[in-house]
């Protein structure tokens, strides 16, 4: 030992481990892992190919391997085949358009190839204002032209009123029994913690929109009957990994966007807690100073405004299985995360894009295809390079 050091006592070394170690440790578990801030790299593994050109496009749905659906938020849904023809469909409800609301996400239902069926999300105009709404119909398609027939709202966000960040992403179990929707808290915060507000939420519903008699408070009635998850902000990202894990992305305020794993019941904490700060600077609680709240597993601060979220497990690209894209807005980046053994993510990649990205999709044939969030906004392929 060397002359002046003197030996560290049991007592001082557990402090010393504690504050060196242990310490930092449970920080970063309560509060998750925060990917922060990272350049982008502009050396793609891709190539990005132009198909098509849209107003304000919001959502991508592939039907099959030849034809998707995609939705303008202004109250527009297409459907575009792989080489880039454009059909219009006709008899879309009329979207309450403005800021972030319009013409939301669509999905093919799980039964699809039998009943043409589809379901889609808007924000409705009306009484009072405005507010989410989901509805299902019949896909009919002609040479000139594709229809919703039998167009049917079935659930509906009550009562109305304003703000943006609805939400209205959908998301099929890999049963094909249920649907999840998620619903911002369009600006007002405290909904968010409300289960009798169908705002700030994740909802679980039948494919009818009845409520699932297993739902965590399905004895209560009324909205909370068909609250899966409560305490979101501004999700625009929900999906099913290839082990029917369910993920969930949203934006934070000032900092703090998360990447969350959904679990029934559970309450994710906005706006009693965040890893981000309001955009006047006044702070909010982390995480960390409510264990009783569900931590986001990965965040990131500052923000990269994700949306979309696909899960690849495709054939093109064979190292990206298993892992989720995302797609980032502000940060105009495509975001590949991957997860480790115990299932705990991290973000591996970050694309420069050099344009707002609003939707990630993959089709049949493993290809990713993107969607810019601008007028016009390209409708991009990605291929390996």
Do not use: C
């Given at each position: 030992?060397?002359?002046?050091?003197?030996?560290?006592?049991g007592?001082?070394?557990?402090?010393?481990?504690?504050?060196?170690?242990?310490?930092?440790?449970?920080?970063?578990?309560?509060?998750?892992?925060?990917?922060?801030?990272r350049?982008?790299?502009?050396?793609?593994?891709?190539t990005?190919a132009?198909?098509?050109?849209?107003?304000?496009?919001?959502a991508?749905?592939f039907?099959d391997?030849?034809?998707?659906?995609?939705?303008?938020?202004?109250?527009?849904?297409?459907?575009?085949?792989?080489?880039?023809?454009?059909?219009?469909?006709q008899?879309v409800?009329?979207?309450?358009?403005?800021g972030?609301?319009?013409?939301?996400d669509?999905a093919q239902?799980?039964?699809?190839?039998?009943?043409?069926?589809?379901?889609?999300?808007?924000?409705?105009?009306?009484?009072g204002?405005?507010?989410?709404?989901?509805?299902?119909a019949?896909?009919?398609k002609?040479?000139?032209?594709?229809?919703?027939?039998d167009v049917?709202?079935?659930?509906?966000q009550?009562?109305k009123?304003?703000?943006?960040q609805?939400?209205?992403?959908?998301?099929?179990?890999?049963?094909?029994r249920?649907?999840?929707?998620?619903s911002?808290?369009?600006?007002?915060?405290?909904?968010?913690?409300?289960?009798?507000?169908a705002?700030?939420?994740?909802?679980?519903?039948?494919?009818?929109?009845?409520?699932?008699a297993?739902?965590?408070?399905?004895?209560?009635?009324g909205?909370?009957?068909?609250?899966?998850t409560?305490?979101h902000?501004?999700?625009?990202g929900?999906?099913?990994?290839?082990?029917?894990?369910?993920?969930?992305?949203?934006?934070g305020?000032?900092?703090?966007?998360?990447?969350n794993l959904?679990?029934p019941?559970?309450?994710y904490?906005?706006?009693?807690?965040?890893?981000g700060?309001?955009?006047?600077g006044?702070?909010?609680?982390?995480?960390?100073?409510?264990?009783?709240?569900?931590a986001?597993?990965?965040?990131w601060?500052?923000?990269?405004?994700?949306?979309?979220?696909a899960?690849?497990?495709?054939?093109?690209?064979?190292?990206w299985?298993?892992s989720?894209?995302?797609?980032?807005?502000?940060?105009?980046?495509?975001?590949?995360?991957?997860?480790?053994?115990?299932?705990a993510?991290?973000?591996?990649?970050r694309?420069?894009?050099?344009?707002?990205i609003?939707?990630?999709?993959?089709?049949?044939?493993?290809?990713?295809?993107?969607i810019?969030?601008?007028?016009p906004?390209?409708?991009?392929r990605?291929?390996?390079?």
């Amino acid at each position: 030992m060397k002359q002046g050091m003197r030996p560290v006592s049991g007592l001082g070394l557990a402090v010393l481990l504690w504050g060196l170690v242990i310490a930092p440790a449970v920080a970063r578990a309560a509060e998750g892992e925060n990917a922060g801030a990272r350049a982008a790299s502009t050396s793609l593994p891709f190539t990005a190919a132009p198909v098509a050109a849209f107003d304000t496009p919001w959502a991508i749905a592939f039907l099959d391997g030849e034809q998707m659906l995609i939705t303008e938020k202004p109250g527009r849904m297409w459907l575009v085949s792989v080489r880039g023809q454009k059909i219009p469909v006709q008899n879309v409800p009329q979207v309450a358009y403005g800021g972030q609301n319009g013409l939301l996400d669509v999905a093919q239902s799980p039964d699809f190839a039998a009943t043409g069926r589809v379901y889609f999300s808007y924000v409705e105009p009306g009484a009072g204002g405005s507010g989410l709404a989901l509805a299902r119909a019949r896909l009919v398609k002609g040479e000139a032209a594709a229809r919703l027939d039998d167009v049917d709202v079935i659930w509906r966000q009550l009562p109305k009123g304003q703000g943006s960040q609805p939400g209205g992403i959908i998301a099929f179990a890999p049963d094909g029994r249920h649907l999840f929707l998620t619903s911002g808290d369009r600006r007002r915060p405290e909904t968010a913690q409300d289960p009798d507000i169908a705002l700030g939420k994740v909802l679980r519903l039948n494919l009818d929109g009845s409520t699932p008699a297993d739902n965590p408070m399905a004895g209560q009635g009324g909205v909370r009957a068909q609250v899966w998850t409560l305490g979101h902000r501004n999700p625009y990202g929900l999906a099913f990994a290839p082990d029917g894990k369910l993920w969930l992305h949203e934006m934070g305020p000032r900092g703090g966007d998360e990447l969350n794993l959904i679990e029934p019941g559970r309450n994710y904490g906005w706006p009693l807690v965040s890893n981000g700060d309001n955009y006047d600077g006044t702070p909010i609680p982390r995480h960390a100073t409510r264990p009783d709240l569900q931590a986001p597993a990965l965040y990131w601060t500052p923000i990269v405004a994700p949306a979309g979220l696909a899960f690849y497990d495709g054939p093109l690209f064979p190292q990206w299985r298993n892992s989720a894209l995302i797609g980032g807005l502000a940060s105009r980046v495509l975001i590949r995360v991957t997860f480790d053994a115990a299932g705990a993510p991290h973000e591996s990649d970050r694309w420069q894009m050099d344009n707002r990205i609003r939707d990630v999709a993959v089709s049949p044939d493993g290809a990713v295809w993107l969607i810019e969030d601008r007028s016009p906004g390209r409708l991009l392929r990605l291929t390996p390079r």
